[in-house]
């Protein structure tokens, strides 16, 4: 039996990589704002019809890095339904994360829940818009204006996404999204921040780079978060596929919707209305009515040699290194979900026939 994993990198043509590289190797420039790095920051703009981007060595330096060119500090409301990243980054940049519940519905932050979690110290909410699913936004942004404060969305899900017409990059006072080779689109690892304030531009371009704003000056205790040329080179050859790429997730979909949609007990994952979504993830939850536990589920998955993933458990508030800190009994959805939840292999060139393994194998614990 072939091994399937919960995803597989999309990669661009050899050829067209090496051709993409080639003049690296003539200029013998290789990171540090080069002429790739340019290009794809021009282009990404254009794909994601926004008028400021800065480009990243990772996701994660992206969140840590707009949260200190924001100079926030105090308390950020976020989600503890997310990847590790989004609230390490958060606590690592000194602040403490404090968690609202999710819904049912989507999985996103449940925004009837933030506005009880407010006081003095609030500054940011940082939304996850979860598998793809887009947040409330509007919701999310009348709290933000009522109480002034930034709102940050953890993208890292939702590359290439519209909502409401609009990409979806470009609500918030930023949107950080994630090109880790497991996500959507790729530049082997990287990232970007999407931003509104313009004036934002230097900051961000020197924060990334040890905080130098020229040979001799250094403004900020900046890191090291820059995105090498060969990440940029990968960029702009894969994001010449990303049409065909989200094409194959959809209908990679579709094939587990014939299989999957009307179990009793099995919840699969919808596309939400207003949004055109980008098929990221296969995220399935498993109700008593099912019979059969999530874990018992994984468990028969892998002697079947298929990895699915459990995305995301344990939730964040609950991770041993925060010894209890910052949990909350109010995180009630959230555990349910992370307790039921399970992602099941999807990317643009999984198998049709994978899918019906999968789903027989999944169909098949019932009897
Ligand atoms: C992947 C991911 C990140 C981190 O991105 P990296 O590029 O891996 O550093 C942050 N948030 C979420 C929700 C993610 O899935």
Redesign the pocket.
């Known amino acids: 039996m072939k091994r399937i994993n919960v995803t597989q990198s999309s990669m661009p043509p050899l050829e067209e990589y090496v051709e993409e590289i080639r003049s690296l190797f003539e200029s013998k420039w290789l990171t540090n704002m080069g002429e790739k790095h340019k290009k794809f920051e021009e282009k990404l703009k254009e794909y994601l019809q926004v008028s400021n981007v800065s480009l990243t060595v990772?996701?994660?330096?992206?969140?840590e890095n707009i949260i200190k060119a924001l100079d926030l500090k105090g308390e950020i409301i976020t989600t503890p339904f997310?990847?590790?990243?989004?609230t390490h980054?958060i606590i690592r940049c000194g602040l403490k994360p404090v968690f609202c519940d999710i819904n049912r519905k989507d999985y996103t932050i449940d925004a009837d829940k933030i506005e009880e979690l407010i006081t003095e110290d609030t500054c940011a909410i940082l939304p996850?818009h979860?598998y793809g699913n887009v947040c409330n936004i509007e919701a999310i942004e009348e709290i933000a204006n009522k109480y002034n404060l930034y709102v940050i969305y953890?993208a890292?899900?939702t590359f290439g996404e519209k909502y409401k017409g609009k990409s979806v990059a470009a609500y918030g006072d930023a949107s950080?999204f994630?090109?880790?080779a497991?996500?959507v689109f790729n530049t082997i690892?990287?990232?970007c921040i999407v931003f509104k304030d313009e004036t934002m531009t230097t900051i961000l371009k020197d924060i990334k780079n040890f905080g130098f704003s020229g040979p001799e000056i250094i403004r900020y205790v900046g890191g090291n978060a820059k995105m090498n040329e060969f990440q940029a080179a990968m960029g702009i050859c894969n994001l010449r596929h990303i049409d065909c790429e989200l094409k194959k997730r959809k209908n990679a979909y579709e094939k587990y919707r014939e299989y999957l949609c009307d179990v009793k007990g099995l919840k699969i994952w919808e596309p939400q209305r207003d949004v055109e979504h980008n098929y990221a993830y296969m995220p399935v939850v498993f109700e008593e009515e099912f019979g059969k536990s999530r874990d018992y589920i994984a468990q028969i998955l892998m002697e079947n040699n298929i990895y699915a993933r459990k995305y995301f458990y344990p939730i964040t508030a609950d991770f041993q290194c925060y010894n209890n800190k910052f949990s909350s009994c109010r995180l009630k959805v959230a555990r349910d979900i992370s307790n039921r939840v399970l992602t099941l292999p999807l990317y643009a060139d999984i198998e049709p026939n994978d899918i019906e393994r999968i789903s027989s194998v999944i169909l098949s614990t019932r009897q």
């Open positions: 990772n996701g994660h330096m992206a969140l997310t990847f590790a990243s989004t980054a996850v979860v953890d890292a899900h950080v994630s090109f880790h497991t996500k690892e990287g990232g």
